[in-house]
C-alpha cells in the first residue's frame, strides 16, 4: 500500500476554521502519531479521515475505498452485548470464536468475555474496544488514545499485544503520551500545533 | 444476564394480603347492603363465574373478543412499525401521517365507534377500534426509539462496514425495543377495553360486550360482574404473555 496523502485539506465549523490547506503523509505499514493539544483538531481530522465529514476543500482522495478500523475516543460499545458480542459484531465471518476469545484472553479479559458491556469497568471497556479494532479486517487502524484508563501494568501487556497485532499495518495513534508512542514503536509525527 | 429485558418492579406488586383485605372489604359491604342488585358479593360472583366456566357459550364468547381485539392489536403493531420505519427514513411522509395520528389521539373512543358502524359491521368493530387505540401508541414510541439510536453507535457501524441486517438487530433493535415494550404495556390494556367499549355499543353477537350489555339491561348484576372480572383477567393475561414473549425475544436476539 503506498503512502496515504492528505491534500489542502479545509474545514470550517461556522467562524471557526479548524483546516486551512492542511497537507500531511501517513506512512504505510507503519504507526504515525497525531500530536496535538484539546482543540487542535485532532478528532476532526480523524473524523475527515473515517468519512464521517467532509472536507470544505482538498482531498483525502487516498483515502477512499480504505477499509477502517478504529479505537475511537469513546468506547462506542453496545451495552446489552456481550464482551465477545461486542467484537463478533464486526469482525468477518472467518475470524473463529477461538481467535475472539483467545485475543480477550490476551488483553486479561479472560473472565469478562460473557459479561454485557454495560457491566465492564472503564479499563475493561476500552480493551474490549481495542480488541474489536485489532480483530476487524482493515487497512488502516486509527488508535484515538487506546490505552487511556488502563493502570501500568495493564496498559504494557496491552501495548505488548497492539504491537505484534498491528506489526507491518498503518496505524494513526493519537496520544499525549510520547513514552506510548515510543512503546508502539512509532516513527513518524504529525503534530497538529505546527499548523497553529 | 442482565440485558435490554426489564426486571420485575417490585415496588408495583400486587400483594395476596391487599387483594384479600379488598376481597374482606367487598364482601363486608355487600352483606351490609344485603342487595344483590346493587352489589353482589365476590363469593356470588365466583360461584357465578364458575356457571358460566362449563358452559360452551362462555369460551365461545371469550374466543370471539379475543381473536378481534388481539388481531387488531397485532394489526396496528405491524403497520405502526411500518409507519415508524418510513417516517423515520422520509420526513414527508412523517408530515403526512401527523395529521392523522394526532385526530386518532384526541379523539374519544365512543365517537369513533359510533361513527365507524356507519361504515363497518359490527362483527368487525372490535378489530378495527382496536386497531386505532393502539397504532398512534406504537407509532409514536418506535419513532422515538429510532430516533434516539444512538448516534455514535452508528457511526461505528459505518466505519466498520457493519451489515445493515446486523445493524438493524444489534443497534437499532436493542435501542427501540424498551420503548416498545413500553407502547405494548400501555397499548394492550388500552386495545383491550376500548374493543370490549366498541362491543357494547356495536353489540356484535356472542361477544362479551354483547354478554355484558345484556346483563345490565336485565340487571343481572352477578352477571356483570362475572364478565367484568373475566376482562380484567384476559387483560393482566394477554399483557403477561405479550411482554414475557417479547422479553424472551430480546434475550435471544442479543446473543451473537
Known sequence: MKNLQIQNISKRYGDTVVFDRFSSTLHSGEVNVLFGASGSGKTTLLRLIMGLEEADEGSLSSFDNLQLSAVFQEDRLCNNLSAFSNVKLVVEPSVSTEQIRAALGAVGLGDAIRKPARELSGGMRRRVALVRALLATYDLIILDEPFKGLDDLTKNQVIAYTVEATRGKTVILVTHDMEEADLMQAKHVINLEDIR | ?256
Open chain 2, 1 to 256: 444476564m442482565i440485558s435490554t429485558s426489564f426486571a420485575n418492579n417490585k415496588k408495583g406488586t400486587i400483594r395476596i394480603w391487599s387483594v384479600l383485605l379488598w376481597l374482606g372489604i367487598w364482601q363486608l359491604v355487600a352483606m351490609t347492603l344485603g342487595q344483590d342488585i346493587l352489589l353482589v358479593s365476590p363469593l356470588d360472583v365466583m360461584i357465578r363465574l364458575f356457571d358460566l366456566g362449563i358452559t360452551g357459550s362462555f369460551w365461545l364468547s371469550i374466543g370471539y373478543s379475543f381473536s378481534r381485539i388481539a388481531g387488531g392489536f397485532f394489526l396496528a403493531t405491524l403497520i405502526g412499525v411500518l409507519f415508524a420505519i418510513f417516517s423515520y427514513r422520509y420526513r414527508l411522509v412523517e408530515e403526512f401521517l401527523a395529521p392523522p395520528m394526532q385526530t386518532i389521539k384526541a379523539t374519544p373512543v365512543a365517537s369513533f365507534v359510533i361513527l365507524t358502524l356507519v361504515w363497518i359491521a359490527p362483527q368487525n368493530l372490535s378489530v378495527f377500534i382496536s386497531f386505532l387505540m393502539v397504532l398512534p401508541i406504537m407509532y409514536t414510541n418506535v419513532l422515538m426509539g429510532i430516533r434516539s439510536t444512538d448516534k455514535k453507535l452508528l457511526e461505528m457501524a459505518e466505519v466498520f462496514r457493519v451489515p445493515t441486517y446486523r445493524r438493524i438487530r444489534y443497534i437499532y433493535l436493542s435501542q427501540v425495543l424498551p420503548f416498545f415494550r413500553s407502547a405494548c404495556s400501555v397499548a394492550l390494556g388500552l386495545g383491550w377495553k376500548a374493543g370490549i367499549a366498541a362491543e357494547v355499543i356495536g353489540l356484535p353477537q356472542g361477544s362479551i360486550g354483547e354478554m355484558l350489555y345484556q346483563a345490565k339491561i336485565y340487571l343481572d348484576t352477578p352477571d356483570m360482574f362475572a364478565w367484568t372480572l373475566v376482562i380484567i383477567i384476559i387483560s393482566v393475561w394477554f399483557e403477561k404473555i405479550v411482554l414475557t414473549l417479547l422479553d424472551r425475544v430480546v434475550l435471544k436476539m442479543e446473543h451473537l
